[in-house]
């Protein structure tokens, strides 16, 4: 095999797929783990409060162990800090092979396996695991490309001295140009930050406006673009990546539009507008989910699409699984000739224990091919 090439890819560095990156370095399958974020459980550091604590609990009923020991929270809970640091240093001490900022883009389907493009190339793999949890960054819809635009603020440093596009009128926007703010304020830096929103006023709460209101107060420069709505990706002359919003808009009785429009390269560019399930990336890698009927589904409502998966996590797409959050709280298990519902509680536990069930499975299927040879 060459570098490129792999038996396992495994797509989202959370306890799912880190606990799947183990296992195959356990089990000796060729495997690459890859992470969107800055580090690992990047997830969890985003989604949990500052020092909360994290719990090692367990789905009701359940009396399966952590199958991952080394990943299962402590008994006497911890602050999601120090379960973050514990990870870290479990995956550089386990020397997991890991690539962080490699976002998933994706998949085509080849004679032994698949095609994988990502943020950072194309990998050649037999099998993927999807592991990348259930809350997925919205995608600015434009003419065009806006796949540069980030959507999580990494780095508030890396604005300084740029004018800066905040897109999102809610309080992660709000919160995402306060840290902004603070940076360029402490480097000397009087360039705005220009916040933009489809709709003409924001909806933030008041301890995030008071956050907001300090910064400007000790002299944040902000321009305000209510009813601002991002219209095309695209390459100037260049080849800069840009995108072009527009500000303001009035269609004439003649039919004629006169408009106004700014045009920010797109590394000035920070998308906050929200997260959705992983349905529509399901839906766009051709992985088939059934709608509940009435009575048939006891955890999802009436209407609800629930990916449909084996018992050990394979999709519709032989050779693709999925695990952890991204199939929470339920899924269609396909047994034998009956198509079930089945309970998955988002949870720590769940999320590592699916890894387990889906590399043993690999594991079985690795040795019947090869004993096939
Ligand atoms: C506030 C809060 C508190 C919670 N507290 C607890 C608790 O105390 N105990 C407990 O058991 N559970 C708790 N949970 C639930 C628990 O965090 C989840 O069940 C668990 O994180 C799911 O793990 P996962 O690996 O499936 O997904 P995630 O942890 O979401 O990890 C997915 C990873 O994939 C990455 N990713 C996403 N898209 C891509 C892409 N396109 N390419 C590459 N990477 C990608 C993400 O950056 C992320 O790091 C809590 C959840 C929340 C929101």
Same mark, same amino acid.
């Given at each position: ?16 797929? +880190? ?173 705005? +930050? ?180």
């Amino acid at each position: 095999m060459t570098q490129q090439e792999y038996e396992v890819l495994i797509i989202g560095a959370g306890p799912a797929g +880190v606990a799947a990156a183990y296992l195959c370095h356990q089990q000796g399958i060729s495997y690459l783990l890859i992470e969107s974020g800055k580090r690992v459980f990047q997830g969890i550091a985003t989604t949990y409060p500052a020092g909360k604590n994290v719990f090692p609990s367990r789905p009701k009923d359940s009396e399966e162990p952590f199958r991952v020991t080394a990943l299962q929270p402590p008994d006497k809970p911890v602050t999601v800090e120090k379960y973050l640091q514990y990870v870290e240093h479990f995956v550089e001490h386990e020397e997991l092979n890991l690539q962080l900022e490699t976002q998933f883009e994706d998949v085509q389907e080849e004679r032994q396996g698949y095609l994988v493009s990502t943020s950072k190339g194309a990998l050649r793999v037999k099998r993927i695991i999807l592991s990348f949890g259930s809350s997925i960054p919205k995608e600015l819809t434009v003419y065009g490309d806006a796949k540069m635009v980030a959507k999580t603020l990494d780095d508030p440093k890396k604005y300084i001295g740029m004018r800066t596009l905040v897109i999102g009128g809610g309080n992660t926007a709000a919160d995402v140009i306060s840290s902004i703010l603070r940076a360029k304020r402490e480097a000397e830096d009087d360039q705005p +930050v220009y916040w933009a929103h489809i709709a003409a006023t924001f909806d933030v709460n008041k301890e995030t406006a008071q956050r907001l209101g300090e910064e400007i107060l000790l002299g944040g420069h902000v321009r305000l673009l209510p009813g601002a709505q991002p219209r095309i990706g695209e390459v100037d002359k260049y080849g800069v990546d840009r995108l072009v919003i527009r500000t303001s808009e009035v269609r004439q009785s003649d039919g004629i539009e006169i408009y106004n429009a700014l045009s920010f390269p797109m590394q000035n560019v920070l998308a906050c507008i929200g997260s959705q399930g992983p349905l529509p990336v399901f839906d766009k890698l051709g992985l088939q989910s059934i709608a509940c009927t009435e009575g048939v589904c006891r955890v999802a409502k009436e209407g609800d699409r629930l990916l449909l998966l084996t018992a050990d996590f394979e999709s519709t797409r032989k050779g693709i699984y999925v695990i952890g959050g991204g199939i929470s709280p339920s899924f269609m298990c396909i047994s034998g000739s009956s198509i079930q519902e089945r309970k998955h509680p988002n949870l720590i536990h769940t999320a590592i224990n699916d890894a387990y069930t889906v590399v043993i499975a690999i594991r079985e299927k690795i040795d019947g091919e090869l004993s096939k040879q």
